[in-house]
């Protein structure tokens, strides 16, 4: 009798066990879902700072840009006038408005005169989480739409690396910027000792700035000259000697610009920083000109990098 009911008390024990152990499984599951729905909704908080999920609509920029993908329309947080370059009379050019780039095309050249794009600090962080676009699923393209757009092969065997002139690392928070920022209408021929050296640490310095800027405006391009070797099957595609960036402010209301010739650079990134001024008078280009003249003047002549945040690149 004793046996029987030691043997009942352990059943129920053992059954007491089991239905506990199925009630912590059940508890943690709850937790589970829970934090998967919580972090769903820090998500979709964070990628709604930038996007109006609303209907698509067509919104146009002072150049006429589209900026739609996926049903959402980006809100730009400024004036886009900022991105509009005067271009010198008689200089070759098509302007191309993709959704995060603006592109002034040289058919001649085979290459762009400049391209102009602005980078917030939400952009940043969104190319910069890790949900971001991965650049190695993408590849460069022609652009048929653009006259004078070269292939994408028309750059091999030729010593010389496909140089974004909007950088990836800038594009990586939306699909359709990364795409379009991998046509060969955004890139131009760069040995890659100043591709993957000084210039791109100007680059990276220019991405880590847009977080404290909030917002920053850039243009980048090539410096041409009279006598440039080009490459291609046809040998018509202009191999620049130098190269520009520059970097505006609207919030802090400074700005600086930077120049770096074709090749391996013996100095820091910040040796080569100059002004506006000195930017516009090697390409002949006028940038910011939608600012008021005393503002511009002002901007345009000053060159302190120790305005701007330092920034370390690892070597």
Not at 49 to 71: M, R, V
Request: contains cysteine; hydrophobic residues 30%.
């Amino acid at each position: 009798m004793a046996s029987a009911i030691g043997k009942s008390e352990s059943k129920k024990s053992r059954d007491m066990k089991k239905k506990n152990k199925r009630l912590l499984y059940y508890c943690l599951a709850v937790v589970l879902l829970a934090l998967a729905g919580y972090q769903g909704y820090q998500k979709n908080s964070f990628y709604k700072s930038a996007y109006n999920d609303e209907l698509p609509t067509e919104q146009s920029t002072s150049s006429g840009q589209k900026e739609i993908q996926d049903g959402k329309e980006y809100q730009s947080t400024g004036d886009l006038s900022l991105l509009d370059v005067k271009l010198p009379a008689g200089l070759d050019n098509q302007t191309v408005c993709y959704k995060a780039i603006t592109v002034y095309f040289n058919k001649s050249y085979r290459v762009p005169n400049c391209v102009a794009y602005e980078l917030t600090s939400t952009m940043t962080s969104m190319a910069d989480s890790k949900d971001a676009e991965n650049r190695a699923n993408y590849k460069f393209e022609r652009d048929h739409d653009v006259k004078g757009c070269p292939d994408w092969w028309d750059y091999k065997d030729s010593g010389y690396t496909r140089g974004h002139m909007a950088p990836a690392m800038d594009m990586r928070w939306n699909k359709t910027a990364m795409e379009e920022c991998f046509l060969m209408t955004n890139i131009c021929p760069q040995l890659d000792e100043m591709n993957d050296g000084e210039w791109r640490h100007v680059e990276e310095a220019v991405h880590k700035w847009s977080r404290t800027a909030k917002r920053l405006i850039v243009f980048t391009g090539p410096i041409f000259s009279d006598d440039m070797d080009r490459i291609g099957k046809r040998y018509d595609i202009a191999v620049p000697e130098r190269f520009f960036k520059v970097v505006y402010s609207p919030e802090q209301n400074r700005a600086i610009a930077f120049v770096m010739e074709n090749k391996a650079l013996p100095n820091s990134w910040t040796n080569y920083a100059t002004t506006i001024d000195k930017v516009e008078e090697l390409t002949g280009y006028d940038f910011l000109a939608s600012l008021e003249d005393n503002v511009e003047n002002v901007i345009e002549s000053k060159e302190n990098i120790k305005d701007w945040p330092k920034y370390y690149p690892r070597r």
